[in-house]
């Protein structure tokens, strides 16, 4: 819902525009002088200014000109009486959108408002475009080759077309934000807002009025109307980061957005309805949560209508060559002094298979970003791997980091793959080589190989 704000120091006009506006479908706002129409610009979401030109304090001029100094393209259409039509042309040129001589005609009144607002959101879809690289989120830059990401990839492309709620689970650092984005920007509704909130990030009389926008005098410190983010997502896709961290009230409020598509802002009475997608992603098991009652099971299937489980990096060791090919592009070119940096030494390479990666794509991409700031050559060495890594790695097996009710087979198996991948990757794929470095026969190789579905590419 676009928000118009009507100044002017006459009583009646604002109550008559207010009126015939707000029937066209537009929230209307009021100040009686500049002063006050400034302070509600810088709070509040205000799509079009329209206002008289003579004014006590601040005159129609001035306050355009101000506006203009905080945002160029927001549209102001001035009021003017006969006798000042030479202020008005002064105010064109100084960039008001266009102005209407006192007293209008309601219809092209109207008129003015809808082309000028339809002018600012062009312009606002513009400037958000051009922040946004799009090919950053295409199928091809969630880097991998292993089984489970082109799942993921496939997962991608099947549900991007769709407006379906969308679940994404994994661990910490996985990339499920980044998934969220390809399935956005691969969509219909690309070319419009993706607006994410992390839910662990607000306390939770905060993060409602985050989701849901506030009204004037909601709550202390609520000094304007504000839109909050189910608003601000309009006809695009909301992503809601850590969704098992809502609160039981919030996921009330959540739960009947989701089913009927309206919600009022905090101390709002207005019914506000919104066309959107929902992303919700989280790094816990879900289903778990609703066992344990801390998630509502209604709203869980409600978020689970397509799931996405992005697996851990230690689960698709072969996707490391790759991953560490495109952080050392991208963070050689920041590297100042020294010769650039080209790959890593081998050691190095055979430790990245050995560390379990608890922080997952992140944390190598803050491994490999900080490799390249010490690196003292063309390639990463053992050296300028911090010790704790060192140290870590060299005790390859941690049986304090595994769960307390971790199953017995489900850890060997684990411990098996891990040995499995690594072989393979370094004897290039060829599973008569990779049998012998793990001290197994090629037929024992094969059929593990097949039980864990991993990739064999050449035979010997």
């Known amino acids: 819902m676009e928000t118009i704000l009507i100044v ?4 009646n006009y604002p109550l008559i525009i207010s009126a015939i506006l707000e029937e066209e479908g537009y929230e209307t706002l009021v ?29 129609g001029i001035e306050l355009l000109e101000r506006i203009k100094i905080s945002d160029p393209d927001l549209p102001v259409i001035m009021m ?3 006798g000042t039509v030479e202020k008005a042309v002064e105010a064109m040129q100084k960039g008001a959108y266009n102005y209407i001589l006192k007293p209008f005609d309601n219809e092209r009144l109207i008129l003015f408002v809808k082309k000028a607002i339809k002018i600012y959101s062009i312009i ?15 199928f091809g830059n969630i880097i991998g080759k292993s089984k489970s990401i082109r799942d993921v990839f496939e997962t991608i492309q099947k549900v991007s077309p769709t407006s379906a709620t969308v679940l994404i689970e994994g661990e910490s650092g996985t990339g499920k934000e980044l998934v969220a984005k390809s399935i956005h920007f691969n969509s219909p509704r690309s070319e419009k807002p993706f607006i994410p909130v992390n839910c662990s990030a607000f306390a939770e009389n905060l993060l409602e009025s985050e989701l849901f926008g506030h009204e004037k005098g909601a709550f202390t410190g609520a000094v304007a109307m504000k839109k909050g983010r189910f608003e601000l997502a309009d006809n695009g896709t909301l992503f809601l980061d850590e969704i098992s961290e809502l609160s039981q009230g919030l996921q009330v409020k959540l739960l009947r957005v989701l089913q009927e598509r309206t919600f009022e802002r905090v101390g709002g009475v207005k019914p506000i309805s919104v066309n959107i997608r929902i992303i919700a992603a989280t790094n816990k098991h879900l289903k778990e949560e609703v066992r344990r009652g801390s998630f509502r099971e209604d709203l869980f299937y ?90 870590n790695v060299y005790n390859t097996l941690h049986f304090e980091g595994i769960p307390a009710n971790a199953k017995l087979y489900e850890t060997l198996d684990l411990v098996e793959q891990i040995m499995i991948k690594r072989a393979m990757k370094m004897a290039n ?4 080589h990779a049998a012998e470095l793990l001290g197994i026969g090629k037929s024992g190789l094969n059929q593990k190989l097949k039980k864990f579905n991993i990739d064999a590419v050449k035979e010997l």
């Not at 006050?36 to 610009?41: D, M």
């Open 124 to 138: 606002n879809e513009n400037r958000r475009l051009r922040n946004v690289v799009q090919s950053q989120y295409k």
């Open 302 to 391: 409600r978020l689970n209508v397509l799931n996405i489980n992005i697996p851990p990096l230690r689960q698709r060791l072969e996707d490391i060559p790759l991953l560490v090919d495109h952080f050392i592009k991208k963070y050689a070119i920041q590297r100042k002094t020294g010769e650039p940096v080209t790959g890593l030494d081998a050691e190095v390479e055979r430790l990245l298979y050995d560390y379990t990666w608890p922080g997952n794509v992140r944390e190598l991409e803050n491994f490999i970003e900080r490799a390249i700031i010490l690196c003292a050559d063309n390639k990463v060495r053992v050296s300028d791997l911090p010790r704790e890594f060192r140290d």
């Open 429 to 432: 794929n060829v599973q008569a």
């Open 8 to 11: 002017d120091d006459e009583k």
């Open 31 to 59: 100040a009686n002088n500049g002063l006050a129409a400034l302070e509600i610009i810088n709070n509040s979401d205000i799509d079009l200014v329209l206002t008289d030109m003579k004014m006590p304090l601040i005159d």
């Open 80 to 82: 003017t009486a006969h």
